[in-house]
């Protein structure tokens, strides 16, 4: 539907299970970007730095929300998903703690991301 624009989108999502509703609107806007052919780059910081974890989105639940792992599936599948370094640190989170294909990348990454031709930057 979108793949002709060449256009990255970068989604943080800050919250997490504290505000389940923010936090899955980030991950249906992120996947569904994605499922329209956007390239798309998913943060993991503050409390959404926990669903880096393998499991931990299973644990999520809003009513009427698609499920979270799903969404993370399908954006693992054909975008990137960085945590939080700062985030990562607090929570005692290390590479070897976090899902397959989720990478942990600071603040530089995240502005050389967002300050990139045409890219357009959501937080959540």
């Not at 539907?1 to 990255?8: F, I, K, S, V, W």
């Not at 880096?52 to 931990?56: E, N, Q, S, T, Y």
């Not at 299973?58 to 639940?61: D, N, T």
């Given at each position: ?8 989108l970068?989604?943080?999502a ?10 899955s ?5 992120a996947s569904?970007?994605v ?16 669903f ?5 989105a299973?644990?999520?639940?809003l009513?009427?929300a698609?499920?979270l ?9 054909a ?29 530089a ?11 357009q930057?959501l937080?959540?």
């Open positions: 539907m979108l793949a002709g624009m060449a256009r990255l970068v989604v943080k800050t919250s997490g299970a504290d505000a389940p509703e923010r936090s609107q980030a991950f249906t806007v569904t970007a499922a329209s052919g956007v390239d798309v780059s998913l943060w993991l910081t503050g409390e959404s730095a926990w880096a974890l393998p499991g931990r299973a644990e999520f639940e009513p009427h698609a499920p792992p799903d969404l993370l599936e399908a954006i693992l599948a975008g990137r998903v960085t945590l939080c370094t700062q985030c990562a640190a607090r929570r005692d989170i290390g590479p070897d703690d976090v899902l397959p294909g989720i990478r942990i990348a600071g603040a990454v995240f502005v050389e991301e967002i300050m990139s031709e045409n890219a930057a937080v959540y």
